[in-house]
């Protein structure tokens, strides 16, 4: 390998960081530090000045928001990967703002680490330079206009943090958990990484019962961005609304096509957000624009050289997502992501491709579950033509939607196989 990067890994949990260190074994990734809180990342950063820094968000003495402020204070180019089971919209919104460079959710796998950092790396080196996307967040766009000043942005990122209570501390505010327990239950979850309900529930410390009710009082009492900057006199009601109008007229093109495409499908909103994530990522990777041509109900015809991708989601509603790829456009996209040019289907491609398939997922869920739904993704897998008959077969659903690009078109299906 050409050069060696130098890493820096700070996370309280001794397991989370010999993960980190065993996932970059024999890789141009070599770590020269290791923090257990955030007091001793910064001084480690200071002394080491590494290449890339992967942050854990949830830390003793000072939590990974005040640690990465200080870094960015140190090196205001400093490249921080944020590492979290807590993946929450305003998490990541946070974590950008103040600076981080990309946001990772646990548990991950090797391979999924290994390609964030190529991407981070992609970007110091010019191997990969990050490119100007066609969407972008709200944050971003008030930012980029000058409309609302950074120090103003976190302070209102700041207020909702305040507001919108996780489901452990809503637990302890109506009395279902003492403090004591939620210590217990925390232990247990940076140990497992599960989430906060899945271990609360397996546990029995939260019925099920319970935890819907905690469910319905956070979406109830929750405060959107543009909300938390109107309660704290930086924007006006009025300016707020025509903003988000000028917000949604800014964005790609394709997302008043899907919004027309998808018209009153009884899915439409999982639908439009699934898209949303897979177009809005695409043009993160790729060059070429990315153009919506159709969506309707049911299964096209599937490419005799196409490759299928598929991620199960589950929760309220189980829908499969499988993303069609001529093996010309997988190869692309291989190679616009990693920056290493693919010549034909290998395992590395596949991994590839996979990963992209949970950054779109995983981006999905967060926006779903931040409007009402809980779901959760699985591993994705590739999937072989009698295996993918079989996912055809027990679809209730679907909805197809082709894509195409400078390299020629492919398919994007979701397969909704059951309901609750």
């Known amino acids: 390998m050409d050069k060696d990067y130098t890493v820096l890994v700070a996370d309280d ?48 003495d000072t939590d990974g928001f005040a640690t990465l402020n200080r870094i960015m204070e140190a090196n205001p180019e400093a490249s921080v990967l944020m590492l979290s089971s807590m993946a929450s919209t305003d998490a990541v919104t946070e974590c950008l703002t103040i ?85 217990a239950l925390d232990n247990e979850q940076r140990r497992t ?23 319905r009082v956070k979406k109830e009492r929750w405060l959107f961005l543009g909300e938390a900057l109107v309660k704290l006199g930086y924007l006006g009601s009025v300016q707020l609304e025509q903003l988000r109008r000028e917000y949604r007229l800014s964005q790609s093109p394709a997302r008043a096509e ?6 009153e499908m009884p899915e439409k909103d999982i639908v ?26 049911g299964i096209r015809e599937t490419p005799k050289d196409a490759h299928v991708f598929t991620q199960r989601v589950t929760g309220d509603v189980t829908f499969d997502y499988a993303l069609v790829l001529p093996e010309t456009l997988a190869l692309c996209l291989a190679g616009a992501i990693t920056g290493i040019p693919a010549k034909r289907m290998n395992q590395f491609v596949q991994d590839v491709i996979s990963e992209f398939l949970s950054i779109v997922i995983g981006s999905s869920c967060i926006a779903l579950n931040m409007n009402a739904y809980h779901v959760r993704a699985e591993p994705p897998h590739f999937l072989t033509t009698p295996r993918f008959v079989e996912l055809v077969a027990s679809t209730r659903k679907a909805v197809s939607a082709r894509l195409r690009t400078d390299e020629g078109e492919f398919d994007i299906l979701l397969c909704f196989v059951a309901t609750r």
Do not use: Y
Request: glycine share 6%; with cysteine; aromatic share 6%.
């Open 272 to 297: 439009s957000t699934v898209l949303d994530a897979t177009l809005k990522i695409l043009l993160h990777f790729t060059k070429e624009l990315v153009r919506l041509v159709a969506v309707s109900e």
């Open 99 to 183: 600076g981080a460079k990309d946001f990772m959710q646990k548990p991950f796998e090797r391979e999924q680490l290994i390609l964030h950092l190529r991407r981070l790396v992609g970007g110091l080196s010019g191997a990969v330079p990050r490119k100007s996307v066609g969407t972008k967040s709200f944050a971003e766009f008030l930012l980029e206009r000058g409309t609302v000043a950074r120090e103003h942005m976190l302070d209102a990122v700041t207020h909702q943090k305040e507001v919108n209570l996780s489901l452990c501390a809503l637990a302890v505010e109506k009395g279902f958990l003492t403090e004591d327990r939620i210590g």
């Open 193 to 215: 990484d599960r989430k906060f309900a899945t271990v609360a529930e397996t546990e029995g410390w939260l019925s099920a019962e319970q935890l819907e009710e905690l469910a």
């Open 13 to 60: 949990s001794m397991w989370a960081r010999k993960t980190v260190v065993d996932c970059l074994a024999n890789t141009e990734f070599r770590v020269v530090g290791l923090a257990a809180d955030g007091r001793t990342a910064v001084e480690k950063f200071s002394e080491l000045a590494p290449d890339i820094t992967i942050l854990d968000l949830i830390m003793p």
């Open 258 to 263: 899907l919004r027309t495409a998808i018209g």
